[in-house]
């Protein structure tokens, strides 16, 4: 939808999922990976702003874990030009900076509907614009490169092949199963809510006593609650929590192998020196478990857990 090709480059954080840069090396475009913040895992714009060159077509800002990334920022940063952004809110569905919604601050975002999301309905999601010119290319694209959308509105006499495309769009049961949990997203956030806030009424002071941080989060974002992540001080401190809590029945995530350093992103011709912050940062973030079926009394077990684990 956003006529990236050949010759234009995309400037993506490697921190984040590996469908975040296909999606536009599938089409020819130069990746460039940028640093991340540690403080929030979000895009860092002192380090996008040193890596736009001419070439540069978009800016992909991902928000981390719910957590908005600083979208006014990188609109002041790209004023002037041609530079799009695109974000990426897989994992921003129902969170906020101020009153607008993640993935619908740019002129195009992307939410995720994956069974690793607060709504999933398997492996689909949802593209959002705010530029009605580009409605009519986005429905054809995503009806397989033809207009039958347009031929079962009426506004053309008979369907044909107008642009490159694929089947985007979900089966009917994926749309059903989905659409029955967004008859009931409030409820779902209820659930989740008190979890996130316990965690970090828990953690938040500890963070202050003992070798790991927590996230820091703008006054001006809603989170939505998908995640909680603590970042600690080494590498071997993460391991020790992590396996800490293995033992004791409780599964803490380690992050992204980030995407400049992986086998494709070194085919691409970057090494793990390339984002010193970046790798650091990954090699420390933990996520803790997080899900609808938990209880306030969880989070509190698994918040014990960290803090008999490091003392």
Not at 6 to 14: F, K, L, N, R, T
Not at 241 to 268: F, K
Request: charged fraction near 25%; proline fraction near 5%; include cysteine.
């Amino acid at each position: 939808v956003a006529e990236v090709g050949p010759g234009d480059e995309v400037i993506v954080p490697s921190y984040t999922f590996a469908a975040t840069a296909s999606a536009f090396l599938r089409t020819g475009a130069d990746i460039v990976f940028c640093e991340i913040d540690p403080s929030t895992m979000n895009i860092d714009i002192e380090d996008v702003q040193r890596r736009i060159t001419p070439r540069t077509r978009v800016i992909v800002p991902v928000h981390y874990g719910g957590i908005g990334a600083d979208m006014d920022g990188l609109s002041r940063l790209i004023e002037g030009t041609d530079i799009i952004l695109i974000e990426d809110a897989a994992q921003g569905l129902e969170s906020r900076i101020g009153t607008r919604w993640l993935g619908t601050i740019a002129p195009m975002g992307t939410i995720s509907f994956h069974e690793t999301k607060n709504l999933h309905a398997g492996l689909c999601g949802a593209l959002f614009l705010n530029d009605a010119s580009l409605f009519g290319r986005a429905e054809d694209m995503w009806e397989r490169g033809t207009n039958r959308t347009k031929m079962l509105r009426g506004v053309v006499d008979k369907y044909t092949w107008v642009e490159p495309g694929s089947s985007f769009y979900p089966s009917e049961l994926q749309a059903a199963f989905l659409f029955a949990q967004l008859e009931h997203i409030d409820q779902s956030h209820s659930e989740r809510q008190p979890l996130y806030e316990a965690y970090d009424r828990r953690l938040r002071p500890s963070s202050d006593l003992l070798p790991f941080s927590v996230p820091e989060v703008p006054l001006d974002r809603t989170l939505n609650a998908h995640s909680y992540f603590i970042t600690a001080d080494t590498y071997d401190t993460a391991e020790r929590i992590r396996e800490g809590l293995h033992g004791r029945g409780v599964s803490a995530y380690i992050g992204y192998v980030p995407l400049h350093s992986s086998p494709m992103g070194r085919r691409l011709g970057y090494s793990a020196d390339d984002l010193p912050v970046t790798e650091e940062a990954a090699r420390r973030v933990l996520r803790m478990p997080l899900h609808n079926s938990m209880t306030v009394e969880d989070v509190e077990f698994v918040a014990d857990a960290i803090e008999d684990i490091l003392t």
